[in-house]
């Protein structure tokens, strides 16, 4: 069966926009013909491996806005009644308003599930009323901006935490050996990403096309690898040479590296002869920001005369300039000979296994404990900042809430210093590391979600 989820909120705050976002202009541009009014409109939407339908009440924008009761309220209860979970977008940009405090009561009452998103936070803007939306009792917002289409893998993942993956519905933890993993390859144009899928998989597996339940924009591929199953995602390599470049250069598009958000692990490609252009460090910083785990390969390896030497500095590079995922895996391969694509893999499930790792509450606790007690927070304006505990509240990538109070004060190099923390204390490579900072809750008296103020760092 697949799950209906309605998209929620008061007018104005991106409901239309998301819509289009999740089902595809072309089906949108289609249901919006002018001079045709509806209360709501239906789709089915796509989101990487997602699919499910999607109910907008954003009709319901031409109602008479001044009052939540009559047809809009029994509207908006109609389509939450008949969803299996509900999106309630918030707009960052506007603040929280009696409205949405409405809306939120309404959708509370319903007891559906919720995801609940902060729209219009392009550029990391409204932070604040992102702080605000926590208020509303639905649980952590997620940033995301419809318009610009930022955010898409954390609306993803809050997604897939509800609905259930088409592949993996059987899947529990212990056959996380038989999933597929998906990796996306990606690089600058002429890194070798065609070469290398190709030595890959195989030239004959190549013409495999788009699959149903992949956006319409990448293609992936199944492989295998040592018996495990692989998905591989690429952005362009597979299509005409024109249009790679093409892709290529709207790299800093929000839309550019679609592949990379439906990717578990992203391998990104250098040419070892030029590696560490400034794009390459451009594509890491994407990749980190998608919250997705990062390999590095170094490919024309055959090309390199000196070959300890450059892996040496090579290597020493990788943690200075790319600080966001320190010991990231750095491969030495060449696609073209056919070298290093053992070690490659080896990575990537190293790389994979780091990403989905999960610790224990009370190894945390004894680490922050010594972490905090070796180098204490500042005190700002005469009172110290305290950090009390501290839990991992999801993982892919690994992401801990912090509790305490006074942390919006909390200096970015402590947070930093956390962070590196973490990383040697649980042996976390090479994968982006997310802290949210809680205040002045006593985490102890919840069960499960704590509430309270949430500032997000990354
Ligand atoms: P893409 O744009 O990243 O897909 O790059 P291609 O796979 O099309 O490769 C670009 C060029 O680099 C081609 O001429 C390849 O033959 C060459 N190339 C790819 N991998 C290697 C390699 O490992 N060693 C060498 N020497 N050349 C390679």
Redesign the pocket.
Known sequence: MVATVAIVGRPNVGKSTLFNRLVGRKLALVDDRPGVTRDRREGEARLGPLSFNVVDTAGLEEADAESLTGRMRAQTEAAVAGADLVLFVVDVRSGITPADRQFADLVRKSGKPVVLLANKAEGRSGTEASYEAFTLGLGDPVPFSAEHGEGISDLFDALAAHLAMPEEDEADEEDEAARSIRIAIV??????????INRMVGEERLLTGPEAGITRDSISLDWEWRGRPIKLFDTA?LRKRAR?EDKLEKLSVADGLRAVRFAEVVVV?LDATIPFEKQDLTIVDLVEREGRAVVIGL?????VADQPGLLKTLREEADQMLAQVRGVGVVP?????GQGIDRLMEAVIAAHEVWNRRISTAQLNRWLGEATANHPPPAVSGRRIKIRYMTQVKSRPPHFAVFGNQLAALPTAYSRYLVNGLREAFSLPGTPIRLSFRQGDNPYAEHGKPTGRIYKRR
Request: glycine letters at 18%; aromatic letters at 4%.
């Open positions: 690089g600058r144009p002429n890194a070798g990403k065609s070469t290398l390599g790679i490609l490919n024309k390896w055959d090309l391969l060449s696609g073209l000979a």
